[in-house]
């Protein structure tokens, strides 16, 4: 059905949840990441191709310009799994012509990669956000050495608490995850802690107003290579220590109005970006009913995992086929209720692997609960806090839903 070769920058969990979507469909996918062994490259069969046995993934970094080159000459169309990847080098292998497209463009992965610009952006489109400051210049490109970087830094912090009052969130503004890049400023002796813990001066920050939040909500949207965007249904997300801990589908709020809303708005921002391919939107429930943007990924995302088991088309496929210029599949859900999961480490490896069968204990007891799917991502060695799995479940009912998660969760403990 398909000739054409996808490249992915990035072999992790989201990139094996895209090989399977592909595989379905014969999409041959070429991977670039470090190792033979990175869970999506597990999953998919590249022949030696060389006298040297080479495999047609590429080991290496997808933050470096020569093995991107490399991996865009073995393929036809090139999308990442993680935006934390070289985009200037994937806009110049585009203008040479080495690749027929990629998907996000790399200007819309450039622009989301500095959660600063991505905030300025977003705004600027009339689009719901937290208050936000820059701390330090704002052109990255003026920052000069540590010691007044951090000096700079420690003024816009004062400034953006008397702006914002306190807590205020600083913000790393590039190579953040999971809360990796966020410090909690309580006061204003917490300054210099905060400022060194994410990155000593030596990285562009930003602060962020206090959400006080009532629910964190995310919606996946998918934009198809002709501009057309498709939301899929607004979820609520549940964090614990800023990482993604369970994820309820659809969002269940007494105003059905939210719902609707997160959906336009999502729809509205991933507008704004050019390229095709799906978009995690990250959003904060206020309590008098409003909706404020948190930031965008630009692919598919750990909240839209549950489309797998729970949506007429998985966030993967309507991505692949989003990339493909393929007809885009529905976007509704097909089951009453579901609920996700994460499998978080729960130490670093130990000798005996005692912390990986602990870490996985609730994956086998999801066996014999009904409608729930376990999926493992194969990553070898376990940190506390890694992505090692998750968990779907889906129902007839909410209730039936969060019955069935119980027993999950237990194993837990
Ligand atoms: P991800 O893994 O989703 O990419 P990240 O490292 O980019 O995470 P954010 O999404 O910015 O970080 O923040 C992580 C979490 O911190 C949010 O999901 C939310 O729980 C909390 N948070 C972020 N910004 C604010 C804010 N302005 N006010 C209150 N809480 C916040
Ligand atoms: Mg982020
Ligand atoms: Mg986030």
Redesign the pocket.
Known sequence: MEKRVVGVLGAGQLGRMFVEAASRLNVTVRLLDVGDTAPAKQINYAPSTSSKGQSEHIDGSFADPAKIKELASKVDILTIEIEHVDATQLQSVLDQGLVDGVHPLPSTIALIQD?YAQKKHLSEKGLPV?EYMAVGPEDLSSLKDAETNSKDQALGVSKAAEAFGLPL?L?SRTQ???????FVVRSQQDTQQAIQALGGGSRGLYA????K?VK?VAVMVVRSSSGEVRAYPAVETV?KD???HTVFAPLRVADAGVERRAREIAEEAVATFGGAGVFGV?L?LMADGQLLI??I?PRPHNSGHYTIEACETSQYENHLRAVLGLPLGSTALKVPSAAMINILGLADSDKDGEAVAKTLAPAVASLSVPGATAHLYGKAGCRKGRKMGHITIVGQSDAQVRQRLETVERALD
Do not use: L
Request: net charge negative; glycine share 8%.
């Open positions: 959660k937290a969130m913000k953040a995850y999971d809360g990796k890049g966020n962020e107003k206090w959400a939040f964190e964090h800023s990482i993604c990250e904060f948190n930031e990924a």
